[in-house]
């Protein structure tokens, strides 16, 4: 390249001030050039060339963007490349460097956002360290640029995904941590140097702080929300360790943060950054209790049952969203705050608090609804639990709330087979008051009638019919052997007689009904099986039918044959269960 | 005094102190190591501020805030702590280094709290009270209204916007009582009863039957005005006594089933409707988030009755969008018109509103297409025609206004730009006038639903 040794050695007499836009361009055209054309080996020899250091600085600003483009993009081995950046990186003016880098950062390919991020973090940090004190807020206008980037990759879900991190999530996380580290201790030095933690510090110490906790709580949300914490060697776990050893350092204590920032008095929160923030701490209390990150540092003074008040909130929050991540972290959350509290020891008034009857009620929605099996069947358990967990009066009261609302049968099912465990002084140690006497009796006639009378579809309310009837026989074998109250006995008799009634009129219709549905069946998979055959016979396709049961027609025939089957069954037992109640009434008569 | 010398294999903490629980079942033993110097001991809900060390019967440590370097703080007797600490540290002065040995039953009990507790462990804690000062109310927690509580209420649940309660109130300034009230209202209506903001910002933040002190600072109080009805002077600081006897607690959702939740939609939209007239936007906005709040997730509704909680809904987005709108509070306007919207693509009135709330938050260019299509879907709608206008001129305007902003960035331009957008802008501020008044006419044309 004769010519451009021309220019070079004309470069090398020009006086820094003489440079102009179009040795600029050259200098970007040249160099550009050269990188593609995998001469990195070229460039860095001309960057240390120390007779050149007097274009490098004057021009040298103009190869950082394709030099980090080519570190990005991993064609070839960028030795070269990450040296030549690191020595203009050095040389270069701080504030310059600063705000190339910066930019690049901001607008970086859509396609290589982790790789960019984890190629310009370090470079920044080495640019504001040279920078010193008059750094201003360009640590947070950093730390808000690479969020941002981060934010928009994917947030793999299986272990596998997190180790291959195809994205480069996980290494733009620990890169991040690095990032933010002497920052860190700059903070905590001013804090040490400035006296106690009450004494008035410097607002540049302020400033810098408010920097590191606003890029914390956004690392909470995104993406420590979404991911899934898998074991202690997971990035994600390094990442959430790391965040939650910064705020106790910088004077951010994790209680306050967690239980006294203003949830947003009254219903709504404060406003949307304050309700982003919101989500954050869900994430830390999930950290906290669950995980039990950063827990060695946190006062063991909290009484368990404000910290469950406090956990409820964001439990609440976790079950906004539907997602399996939110999901499982609400579940989580309110299944540790909860089993720290002691049995039957929540008091009635406790439901008064939203959050209170609200989680219940998503709790019976993921049990209900939810497709995903392991979260309905974790739905349950921390149901059981949270149930435990009321004292009597709380118990009645919100077992009657449910039978009134849950509009199912399962959940019903539930609430009634826990009632006769409160009922049960062998299964809960002593009779509540609150559920024995009048209080009882009124939860009875709750618990004794069918939703829709005798028009009640007995295969889909089969968990609460079965139940209430192993309660209601368990109630007068009990009643029978103790004879307590002649007016609680006259009372049960009364309850149980107009139940079994309806009862009566109920299975005969519903056995009718679906004996029928099982004969249909049966004939419909003798034509299928007669039409396949025929088909077999003539080799034409098989035409598929249309079972008439609209609510089993998502199950394959055999599956709706088992169910079939299974009503019946119930229905004998039912029967059975009934007739046996009828006799117990009846022998206490006589 | 008592003191029990318990000594079994591996203890080192001497069980020795006063029993300073309540029943007096020896739970909680307080054991002064250092005498406090003050004559005051904080009352309930007082915030005090302490250091200490916890450790187990054994001796080993299983927590200290001396070690984390940083002062424990929280509210006093409100459970918010273990109840050994409740109790014993209500009996402490400032600088006072006190001993508890708390049995379980008074710390974390029989679930122990893992990883640091283990089950039934009787824990010893050496107290120091720093300070205490009673408890701030303001969402601000600027100081200007501060607690101490008298007697302790009951429960959990704390009035909210528009309930009603019951309360006595005594009124002091300078040792002068000057206003000493039995009182029933709902929250929201104080005002008009003379009540400084103050009043109502306490009760907000009051259990049942809990009877508290309120200094007041004048920002919450009357002011630099004062109120001569009292004869209270401008800058005053006050203090409050209160009483909350009792407040109306409404029916929550859940112990409700869908026919009680769709009659007491319609009653609370009724009452809606006449705080509405009467100007109380804010008192309306609180029943129709309760509308809200009952019929959002209904989910297992049919047929007629899903009809009637869409409409129901329907018309408390609708309404909580003009209440917002009347009280300028155009983003809350703007989230109850994208619910209306929701429910219900094309209504004009939440269409028109939206546009509104849009124009208020300075959103022209999504007003503009809000209002445009209003003119579309509902031709005879002349107040959207007006309002497109509006917008295209303030869009405009700021368009010029960005032109002149980069005018001023690229020196070079800006010279034979200057002219040009200066008249423009001249002619601009001359049209604003006027668009304000035609957004104003359009709004008092739809009222509430």
Not at chain 1, 187 to 212: C, F, H, Q, T, Y
Not at chain 1, 551 to 572: G, I, P, R, Y
Not at chain 2, 177 to 187: M, Q, T
């Amino acid at each position: 390249m004769p010519k451009f040794q021309d220019v070079v050695q004309k470069w090398r007499n020009t006086p820094a001030h003489k440079f102009r836009q179009k040795d600029r361009e050259l200098c970007i055209q040249i160099g550009s050039a050269c990188i593609d054309q995998g001469e990195t080996a070229k460039v860095l020899d001309f960057i240390k060339e120390e007779q050149n250091q007097g274009i490098v600085k004057a021009l040298g600003l103009g190869l950082l963007q394709p030099l980090v483009r080519e570190i990005v993009r991993r064609r070839r081995n960028p030795v070269h490349c990450e040296a030549a950046v690191s020595h203009l990186v050095q040389t270069l003016k701080p504030k310059e460097l600063f705000d190339n880098l910066l930019g690049q950062l901001e607008d970086c390919d859509p396609g290589a956002i982790g790789e960019t991020v984890i190629c310009l973090l370090p470079l920044l940090k080495t640019v504001l360290l040279r920078l010193g004190g008059g750094k201003g807020q360009s640590v947070g206008a950093v730390l808000e640029a690479a969020q941002k980037q981060v934010s928009r990759l994917p947030v793999p879900y299986t272990r596998q995904q997190e180790k291959v991190d195809a994205h480069g999530l996980s290494r733009c996380c620990t890169a991040l941590l690095d990032f933010i580290q002497p920052f860190v201790e700059e903070v905590k030095k001013g804090d040490s140097k400035k006296g106690g933690p009450s004494a008035a510090k410097g607002p540049a110490n302020d400033e810098l702080r408010a920097d590191i906790v606003q890029f914390c709580m956004m690392g909470l949300r995104e993406p420590l929300l979404q991911a899934v914490l898998q074991g202690r060697n997971s990035s994600f776990w390094t990442f959430a360790t790391g965040i939650m050893a910064i705020l106790p350092a910088i004077e951010k204590p994790l209680p306050v943060l967690l239980f006294y920032q203003p949830m947003g008095k009254g219903e709504e929160p404060i406003s949307k950054a304050a309700s982003y923030s919101v989500e954050s701490r869900a994430c830390l209390a999930y950290l906290l209790f669950v995980q039990l990150i950063a827990m060695e540092t946190f006062p063991a003074i909290f009484c368990p049952v404000f910290v469950l008040q406090c956990n409820m909130d964001y439990v609440k929050l976790l079950f906004t969203r539907k997602d399996e991540s939110w999901l499982t972290k609400g579940l989580d959350l309110c299944e540790k705050s909860l089993e720290r509290v002691e049995d039957s020891s929540l008091p009635v008034e406790i439901l008064e608090l939203r959050a209170f009857y609200t989680v219940p009620q998503n709790l019976v929605e993921i049990m209900t609804v939810c497709p995903m099996k392991h979260l309905k069947t974790r739905g349950l358990h921390v149901f059981q639990l949270f149930i435990d967990k009321l004292n009597g009066e709380a118990k009645h009261r919100f077992f009657r709330c449910m039978l009134k609302t849950s509009h199912h049968a399962g959940v019903e099912g539930i609430v009634i087979k826990n009632t006769k465990n409160q009922v049960d002084p062998a299964k809960c140690g002593k009779v509540s008051c609150w559920f024995s006497g009048e209080h009882l009796l009124s939860m009875l006639q709750l618990i004794l009638s069918l939703p829709q009378g005798p028009q009640t579809d007995l295969l889909q309310g089969m968990d609460r019919v079965m139940e209430s009837l192993n309660l209601l026989r368990f109630l007068l074998i009990k009643e029978k052997e103790q004879s307590s109250s002649k007016s609680m006995w006259a009372e049960l008799c009364k309850l149980s007689d107009s139940y079994r009634k309806v009862l009566r009129v109920c299975l005969s219709m519903s056995r009718t009904y679906y004996s029928s549905e099982l004969k249909t069946l049966r004939e419909n998979q003798k034509n299928k099986a007669k039409e396949i055959r025929e088909a077999l016979k003539l080799k034409k396709p098989v035409r598929e039918i249309n079972v008439r049961d609209e609510k089993l027609s998502n199950m394959s025939a055999v599956e709706q044959h088992q169910v079939l089957q299974c009503a019946m069954v119930t229905f004998d037992l039912m029967d059975s269960l009934v007739v046996r109640i009828e006799e117990l009434t009846e022998d206490r008569a006589t | 005094m008592t003191a029990e010398e318990v000594t079994s294999e591996g203890q080192t903490v001497p069980i020795v102190g006063e029993d300073i629980t309540p029943k007096k079942d020896g739970g909680v033993l307080k054991l002064v190591k250092k005498e406090g110097t003050g004559a005051e001991m904080p009352m309930t809900g007082d915030k005090v501020f302490v250091h200490y060390v916890g450790t187990l019967l054994d001796g080993s440590k299983f927590d200290s805030s001396r070690d984390r370097g940083e002062k424990f703080n929280f509210e006093l007797g409100k459970g918010q702590v273990i109840k050994a600490w409740d109790i014993g540290v209500a009996t402490m002065r400032i600088g006072e280094v006190s001993q508890l040995v708390c049995k379980p039953e008074y710390a974390y009990g029989a679930a122990g709290s893992p990883p640091k507790i283990p089950p039934n462990a009787t824990l010893v804690f050496e107290v120091e009270l720093f300070e205490f000062h009673g408890e701030d109310v303001t969402e601000a927690e600027d100081g200007g209204i501060i607690r101490r509580i008298l007697t302790k209420g009951e429960g959990y649940s704390k009035p909210n916007e528009g309930a009603a309660v019951e309360v006595s109130i005594e009124g002091r300034h300078d040792e002068r009582v000057f206003d000493e009230r039995e009182l029933k209202f709902e929250l929201g209506d104080g005002e008009n009863l003379d009540l400084p903001p103050a009043v109502e910002k306490a009760l907000l933040n009051m259990e049942k039957g809990e009877e508290a002190l309120f200094t007041v600072k004048p920002k919450y109080g009357y002011g630099s005005t004062g109120k001569a009805k009292f004869n209270i002077p401008g800058g005053a600081t006050l203090q409050y006594k209160i009483k909350l006897t009792t407040f109306e607690k409404a029916k929550e959702s859940w112990e409700m089933n869908t026919d009680e939740k769709l009659e007491q939609s319609s009653i609370v939209k009724d009452k809606g409707t006449q705080y509405f007239k009467d100007g109380k936007y804010k008192q309306a906005s609180v029943q129709y988030k309760r509308i809200i709040s009952w019929l959002e997730h209904e989910s297992s509704l049919k047929g007629e009755d899903e009809e009637k909680a869409k409409a129901l809904r329907l018309a408390a987005h609708l309404n909580l969008a003009m209440c917002f709108l009347k009280i300028q509070e155009h983003s809350q306007a703007l989230e109850n018109c994208d619910k209306a919207l929701e429910l219900d693509g094309t209504n004009e009135k939440a269409l028109f509103r939206r546009g509104e709330s849009l124009f208020g938050l300075k959103e022209y260019e999504r007003a503009r297409t809000d209002f445009t299509r209003i003119t579309v879907l509902y031709p005879a709608n002349r107040a959207a025609r007006a309002q497109v206008c509006v917008c295209q001129k303030h869009i405009k305007e700021q368009h010029d206004k960005d032109k002149r902003l980069y005018a001023g960035m690229f020196q070079k331009f800006a010279d034979r730009d200057a002219k040009v957008t200066d008249t423009k802008g001249k002619e601009k501020e001359n049209g604003d006038g006027d668009s304000m008044d035609v957004a104003e006419n359009g709004a008092a044309e739809q009222t509430a639903a």
